[in-house]
């Protein structure tokens, strides 16, 4: 079998190079770009992210970036978010900025600031993992590396009405309160944490989601 074409987007985040040595390294064929039709038609897009939510966010406006994540759910294309590229799937954060900004809104919810003595959470933590997790597949009761202040706090996507969905699979840890951790939402999955920092463990869980696509 051939090896996954990964598209690393390429917005002014900051941890790029390591996401793209660690995709490497498992076997991937990676490119870090900001041109949407390449990012468009790799088989994995991974959407990286540090620093500020809203300065994010106009990194992701400036390289087309809430079009290209549409038109790739829209067709099933798979899309992984890592720390604030996860947090940018939310409709938005409390995170102080003069440029404050929208999030991408594919899940409901505002990411806010963790409610703990010691902010931010820089380390290594334990996740509460679902036993038909994808991505936690031998990996469940591993640590991983967060450096965060801001997470979500609560999930309110849930299936409702007449028509039967299936549920986002969800992993929570915590640090002074719960806090979503990961998620599992059809194409769409995301971390709080930065597997390409959490050693044997971020990288089984990103050979997981290598394997899906």
């Known amino acids: 079998m051939s090896a996954p074409r990964v598209a690393v987007l390429d917005y002014g985040s900051g941890n790029l190079r390591s996401a793209v040595r660690m995709l490497q390294r498992l ?3 990676v490119e870090l770009t900001d041109d949407p039709q390449t990012a468009l038609n790799a ?3 991974l959407v990286p992210g540090v620093g500020n939510f809203h300065e994010c966010m106009l990194g992701l ?3 087309d970036g809430p079009r290209i994540i549409d038109m790739r759910l829209a067709g099933s294309r798979p899309v992984l978010g890592i720390c604030v590229g996860m947090q940018v799937m939310f409709e938005g954060s409390t995170e102080p900025s003069p440029r404050t900004q929208q999030g991408l809104g594919q899940w409901p919810g505002t990411v806010e600031r963790l409610p703990a003595d010691v902010v931010p959470h820089t380390g290594w933590n334990a996740v509460t ?3 038909d997790s994808v991505l936690f597949a031998g990996v469940g009761s591993e640590r991983f590396y967060f450096v965060h202040s801001y997470a979500a706090l609560r999930w309110s996507l849930e299936p409702h009405g007449p028509f039967e969905v ?3 699979t969800i992993t929570w840890s915590e ?3 719960a806090f979503v951790a990961a998620v599992e939402n059809g194409p769409l999955c995301a971390t709080q944490f930065h597997p390409e920092k959490s050693g044997d463990a971020g990288a089984q869980l990103l050979r997981n989601w290598l394997a899906t696509l």
């Open 27 to 29: 076997g991937a064929q």
């Open 43 to 45: 088989a994995g897009l």
């Open 61 to 63: 406006r400036g390289v």
């Open 129 to 131: 993992a679902p036993q």
């Open 166 to 168: 299936v549920a986002p």
């Open 175 to 177: 640090h002074g309160a």
